[in-house]
């Protein structure tokens, strides 16, 4: 069995997604803070498969705390901004991680949730993450470097 947690400070968001995640039989660890994210992370004999985090969360918390709290853990990212809204360090950082990860917009649909999840889960050489990043980053002409540019 598959084991997930979901860093939601929306009780709302965390029901809905724990359903989804239940039904379909994985074990789900809902925590609302990064501090409990690292708790989970940390104890003895409990392997999280997956990372699912809205972002922004309220509260101070960065992109860099939500990974730094499982940096080899997969992770599908949450939110209700698109991406070429999010503060350009977050952007930046997510855009150059070289570990599994997603982006879903809020609010979910149970089909394409899911099937993030499965990916992200089940297919060691998934890739969309960096596509949807690329994609955005062609929104935000203003974070290339001139090296990046493509003419």
């Known amino acids: 069995m598959k084991t997930i947690v979901i860093l939601d400070n929306e009780p709302g968001s965390v029901e809905g997604m724990e359903g989804i995640l239940q039904r379909h039989g994985f074990v789900i660890f809902p925590v609302s803070t990064v501090a409990e994210a690292a708790a989970i992370f940390d104890s003895a004999g409990t392997t999280i498969d997956l990372l699912i985090a809205s972002f922004p969360l309220r509260g101070n918390t960065t992109a860099m705390e939500l990974h730094e709290s499982g940096p080899d853990i997969p992770m599908l990212l949450l ?24 982006f ?48």
């Open 79 to 102: 939110s209700e901004l698109p991406l070429e809204q999010w503060p350009e360090k977050e952007f930046l950082y997510f855009r150059s991680l070289k570990s599994r990860m997603d």
């Open 104 to 151: 879903l917009r809020k609010p979910l649909t149970a089909g394409a949730f899911i099937s993030k999840v499965n990916a992200l889960l089940y297919n060691s050489s998934y890739t969309a993450g960096r596509k949807v990043f690329e994609a955005a980053t062609a929104l935000r002409p203003q974070l290339l470097k001139p090296d990046e540019l493509r003419v």
